[in-house]
Nanobody, 117 residues
Framework: QVQLVESGGGLVQAGESLRLSCAAS????????MGWFRQAPGKEREFAAS????????RYSDSVKGRFTISRVNAKNTLYLQMNSLKPEDTAVYYC??????????WGQGTQVTVSS
């Protein structure tokens, strides 16, 4: 089992920045990859960014590429998402997730990000 706790969400104005954190505990030595997903009101959850736990290979959705940066500190078992140049359409609940194999098996409870225009 892996437990994930997100933090860092809040209310910002368009153009500002936020950094989300996700603290992992439990069987963290079995994690192969972690990711950030988001769900806007009335929409399905969508992929934002991911990173492999050992090699730190990253991947981004087109909607956040160039503005968001995913990173991790293995020694702290912590995942980050630096979000710059935020837009109102980035408003969503952001979830971190952990994968042991090829699918995301564990999810956090989510943190709200609201971007006002």
């Amino acid at each position: 089992q892996v437990q994930l706790v997100e933090s860092g969400g809040g209310l910002v104005q368009a153009g500002e920045s936020l950094r989300l954190s996700c603290a992992a505990s439990g069987r963290t030595n079995s994690i192969s990859q972690m990711g950030w997903f988001r769900q806007a009101p009335g929409k399905e959850r969508e992929f934002a960014a991911s990173i492999t736990w050992l090699a730190a290979l990253t991947r981004y959705s087109d909607s956040v590429k160039g503005r968001f940066t995913i990173s991790r500190v293995n020694a702290k078992n912590t995942l980050y998402l630096q979000m710059n140049s935020l837009k109102p359409e980035d408003t969503a609940v952001y979830y971190c997730a952990a994968a042991m194999g090829f699918s995301y098996d564990y999810w956090g409870q989510g943190t709200q990000v609201t971007v006002s225009s």
